[in-house]
């Protein structure tokens, strides 16, 4: 029996249009309703709140959100009644008195965090697979949607002078062809969304100057979608010397940007590029404003950085902790997101005028760490890729203590003294290892469609403790 992702792939390119577009209608009465520009205004007005303001806010939210979270949801209610029961009387009106949230509770049973008195019936079903590939399942009630899409209206599109309406393109993991597709389109438009939606799995150099045309035939406004995919479409915008793509603002997510990435898609598109941060969770968010400045999104969670099991001043990178203050029927506390990254000072000091707090950088997953033996780890390898490398993309595979990899995909006029840059630059960061340089052709993506830009081989169990 065919599933519904198999039927949708059968259809005519007019039928898939149908059919992505009343998806896209259904989200559309989820995401949006005759409060939306209410919310709108509101989170723009709360943008230039003092830091004082937004910690006082914070701190009366997480104090519900706890509350909330042990005494009407199960997973959370279950886990205090134990401790009393072993004769714990730690206050879990401390947020310090709470566990670490690992992702495998959170996949195991889901419904378990959802508070006892909402019915999962009548909310909106969340499904992401993560960097891992394994599923998680959410729930949020149609007030939190709204929340969250007025909170990407306002930070996401209204910052660069965009909005909703506007015809959009998306560059994503969602299977809207084939993967085994050899003609176009790579595509679907979606209606609903007045949205373009390009596979981000399809991005061959021959293919790509059809995402080309499909781009100027639906007069896209803008485009959001992961980095390493819009860079691939500048490259060879650059490459065919085209003019005709000028865009309002190009929006990257799901991965980090490096400089030279950024320099080619602006210049592809003619139009400033913003790096965003996100996740499905709904427990943190950054967008990116006209100065520069990675500004965080208060209302989504409260953020702690850890390492090693302690708290990371600001400034210094460690894994990231969320307490979701969004979603306050499926609450996350403490939960390891899996990404690395480093909180800016107190004081908000962006150009822009703008209140809301800073991410100093996302250096990526947990995982996209490499191991030196003296048990360092090393997490920020941007730059040695930079922009006077001639290479499409790189990614770097540590397989063991001593033997590192670099896969490439070589530019137009790469040359030896390419390889031994990036290879001497990988060595002034890891010491003494041997590096292996490797082209090929393609660098393969995840389940996801996403870039991994650094990939540690090594068993947990032999890595340095």
Same mark, same amino acid.
């Given at each position: 029996?065919?599933?519904?992702?198999?039927?949708?792939?059968?259809?005519?390119? /007019?039928?898939?249009?149908?059919?992505?577009?009343?998806?896209?209608?259904?989200?559309?009465?989820?995401?949006?309703?005759?409060?939306?520009?209410?919310?709108?205004?509101?989170?723009?007005?709360?943008?230039?709140?003092s830091a004082g303001r937004w910690k006082a806010w914070q701190e009366e939210r997480l104090a519900f959100i706890l509350h909330r979270a042990a005494t009407r949801v199960p997973y959370y209610r279950s886990l205090w009644?134990?401790?009393?029961?072993?004769?714990?009387?730690?206050?879990?009106?401390?947020?310090?008195?709470? /566990?670490?949230?690992?992702?495998?509770?959170?996949?195991?049973?889901?419904?378990?965090? #959802?508070?006892?008195?909402?019915?999962?019936?009548?909310?909106?079903?969340?499904?992401?697979?993560?960097?891992?590939?394994?599923?998680?399942?959410?729930? !949020?009630?149609?007030?939190?949607?709204?929340?969250?899409?007025?909170?990407? $209206?306002?930070?996401?599109?209204? !910052?660069?002078?965009?909005?909703?309406?506007?015809?959009?393109?998306? #560059?994503?993991?969602?299977?809207? &062809?084939?993967?085994?597709?050899?003609? /176009?389109?790579?595509? #679907?438009?979606?209606?609903?969304?007045?949205?373009?939606?390009?596979?981000?799995?399809?991005?061959?150099?021959?293919?790509? /100057?059809?995402?080309?045309?499909?781009?100027?035939?639906?007069?896209? @406004?803008?485009?959001?979608?992961?980095?390493?995919?819009?860079? &691939?479409?500048?490259?060879?915008?650059?490459?065919?010397?085209? @003019?005709?793509?000028?865009?309002?603002? &190009?929006?990257?997510?799901?991965?980090?940007?490096?400089?030279?990435?950024?320099?080619?898609?602006?210049?592809?598109?003619?139009?400033?590029?913003?790096?965003?941060?996100?996740?499905?969770?709904?427990?943190?968010?950054?967008?990116?404003?006209?100065?520069? +400045?990675?500004?965080? !999104?208060?209302?989504?969670?409260?953020? $702690?950085? =850890?390492?090693?099991?302690? %708290?990371?001043?600001?400034?210094? &990178?460690?894994?990231?902790?969320?307490?979701?203050?969004?979603?306050?029927? =499926?609450?996350?506390?403490?939960?390891?997101?899996?990404?690395?990254?480093?909180?800016? +000072?107190?004081?908000?000091?962006?150009?822009?005028?703008?209140?809301? %707090?800073?991410?100093?950088?996302?250096?990526?997953?947990?995982?996209?760490v490499l191991y030196l033996r003296d048990g360092r780890k090393v997490g920020r390898l941007d730059t040695v890729f930079k922009a006077d490398l001639c290479i499409r993309e790189a990614q770097i595979v540590q397989e063991?203590?001593?033997?590192?990899?670099?896969?490439?995909?070589?530019?137009?006029?790469?040359?030896?003294?390419?390889?031994?840059?990036?290879?001497?630059?990988?060595?002034?960061?890891?010491?003494?290892?041997?590096?292996?340089?490797?082209?090929?052709?393609?660098?393969?993506?995840?389940?996801?469609?996403?870039?991994?830009?650094?990939?540690?081989?090594?068993?947990? $169990? $032999?890595?340095? @403790?």
């Open positions: 029996m065919l599933d519904p992702l198999q039927i949708y792939h059968r259809l005519p390119y /007019p039928l898939r249009v149908l059919a992505a577009s009343a998806r896209g209608y259904y989200l559309r009465s989820w995401r949006y309703g005759p409060e939306t520009e209410g919310l709108v205004a509101q989170a723009l007005e709360r943008d230039f709140w009644e134990d401790r009393r029961r072993r004769g714990d009387r730690s206050s879990w009106e401390i947020l310090d008195n709470w /566990p670490i949230l690992e992702k495998e509770p959170l996949r195991l049973a889901p419904q378990e965090f #959802v508070a006892d008195d909402r019915s999962i019936g009548g909310m909106f079903p969340e499904h992401t697979s993560g960097s891992s590939g394994k599923p998680l399942r959410l729930w !949020w009630s149609l007030k939190t949607v709204r929340a969250w899409y007025a909170l990407f $209206e306002a930070r996401w599109r209204r !910052w660069h002078g965009v909005g909703r309406m506007d015809p959009w393109a998306h #560059v994503g993991g969602q299977m809207v &062809a084939p993967f085994g597709r050899t003609k /176009p389109p790579f595509w #679907v438009w979606n209606a609903g969304l007045n949205q373009l939606y390009l596979s981000s799995y399809h991005l061959a150099p021959a293919f790509i /100057p059809h995402y080309l045309e499909a781009l100027k035939r639906h007069r896209v @406004k803008y485009i959001l979608g992961y980095t390493s995919s819009l860079h &691939a479409l500048a490259l060879e915008i650059l490459r065919l010397g085209r @003019k005709d793509l000028s865009l309002s603002v &190009a929006i990257t997510d799901a991965e980090p940007i490096l400089e030279h990435q950024r320099q080619a898609i602006a210049e592809a598109f003619q139009c400033p590029v913003r790096a965003t941060y996100g996740m499905a969770e709904a427990a943190a968010a950054a967008g990116e404003c006209r100065e520069g +400045g990675a500004h965080l !999104w208060p209302e989504a969670g409260w953020l $702690e950085v =850890m390492e090693d099991g302690r %708290p990371q001043p600001r400034g210094q &990178a460690g894994e990231l902790l969320a307490t979701g203050l969004l979603n306050e029927d =499926m609450p996350l506390i403490r939960y390891r997101v899996g990404d690395r990254a480093a909180l800016a +000072g107190e004081e908000p000091s962006c150009p822009c005028g703008r209140g809301l %707090p800073l991410l100093a950088r996302v250096e990526g997953r947990s995982d996209d063991s203590l001593s033997r590192v990899r670099i896969k490439f995909v070589r530019g137009p006029d790469y040359a030896a003294s390419t390889g031994e840059a990036m290879a001497r630059r990988l060595k002034e960061r890891l010491g003494p290892v041997e590096v292996v340089l490797e082209e090929v052709a393609m660098i393969s993506r995840t389940g996801r469609g996403k870039f991994q830009a650094v990939l540690c081989r090594i068993p947990s $169990e $032999e890595r340095p @403790k």
